[in-house]
């Protein structure tokens, strides 16, 4: 079974520019969160999508947006690049059945973001 | 106040030897689950256990277990057998709220396994 396969791996950007990122979940999982892993501020959230809609959001800026497709995948945009964007971007992916669910949330390799 | 609270940045561990990493929340809802991730030089964070707020029993996977102390609201992850593949750095989460898949992360402790 494939796990979450999160494209690019690594991407170099200048400030000011924009990048989207995208998120394969594990088949058959319907949510899918993204985070923001820096060494300063650690992992934050930023949103969740289940079934096409965005369900929660994390305190970002708008310029942190994302969208999630009927298969489930998922990308995320940063519009505007700036320099405190560099960091490690992670999706997870999850069944989300509500109290159901076990819990288990798997997540992708990341991608890593360089803005110069 | 911290959610997710790890007090121990770094821990240096010989191998085989078993190690407790700690990990303390808070919440006031009463349906949570708590989570603890892997997360080797690679930066994928890998899913290591999880505990639910009404499971009765500690989770076990493996050489980890859970120790829930659901009183004391902490949950160290506690590894068996310690190997050199073990060296990472480990986070503990909490979801709160079932149906909101939103993960609260401790800030870590990196384990260094010494042999």
């Known amino acids: 079974k494939a796990g979450v396969t999160q494209t690019p791996r690594y991407l170099i950007k200048t400030r000011g520019q924009q990048v989207t990122l995208s998120c394969s979940p594990i088949s058959g999982h319907r949510s899918v969160s993204w985070y923001q892993q820096t060494p300063g501020q650690g992992l934050q959230f930023l949103f969740e999508y289940f079934s096409e809609t965005q369900r929660n959001k994390g305190n970002f800026p708008g310029r942190f947006s994302g969208r999630q497709f009927s298969n489930s995948r998922s990308e995320m945009n940063v519009s505007t690049l700036e320099l405190g964007d560099s960091a490690l971007y992670l999706c997870?992916?999850?069944?989300?059945?509500?109290?159901?669910?076990?819990?288990?949330?798997?997540f992708g390799e990341g991608s890593r973001l360089t803005v110069l | 106040a911290q959610k997710i609270t790890q007090t121990q940045p770094g821990m240096f561990v010989q191998e085989k030897e078993a190690v407790t990493l700690d990990c303390t929340y808070d919440?006031?809802?009463?349906?949570?689950?708590l989570f603890w991730y892997k997360q080797p030089s690679s930066g994928e964070m890998i899913f290591l256990i999880y505990q639910g707020s009404y499971d009765q029993q500690n989770a076990t996977e493996g050489r980890y277990s859970l120790n829930f102390q659901k009183a004391r609201k902490s949950a160290n992850l506690v590894i068996s057998a310690s190997q050199l593949g073990d060296s990472a750095m480990y986070f503990c989460?909490?979801?709160?709220?079932?149906?909101?898949?939103?993960?609260?992360f401790g800030t870590g402790t990196r384990l260094t396994i010494i042999p």
């Open positions: 989460a909490m979801r709160e709220n079932f149906g909101n898949e939103k993960l609260t």
């Open positions: 997870a992916s999850s069944l989300a059945v509500g109290a159901a669910n076990t819990g288990e949330l798997f």
């Open positions: 919440t006031s809802d009463p349906s949570y689950g």
